[in-house]
């Protein structure tokens, strides 16, 4: 399914029942729609919360280079690039 043939193909291929098949992806499709819903409830805002995090501390940092005195003034231009 996920390469984009349809149940027909798949049953051929595998030589395995309609019922079989159909099931099959019942099956797969409610695990994929649970996973997703977890994904969404859970695990996701904290992925969300961790990356913002990450991307302050990135520009903090970069701000700290680009104010460093030490920091060489072609090479402070080059922060923000």
């Not at 996701?44 to 991307?55: D, T």
Request: aromatic share 10%; proline share 4%.
């Amino acid at each position: 399914m996920l390469k984009g043939h349809r149940a027909a193909s798949i049953k051929k291929t595998l030589n395995i029942s309609d019922p079989t098949i159909y099931q099959d992806i019942k099956f797969l499709t409610d695990q994929s729609r649970k996973y997703i819903w977890r994904m969404a409830r859970g695990t996701h805002v904290l992925m969300y919360q961790r990356a913002i995090e990450g991307i302050s501390l990135t520009l903090t940092e970069a701000w700290n280079k680009y104010n460093d005195p030490k920091v060489p003034e072609s090479k402070r231009c080059l922060i923000f690039v």
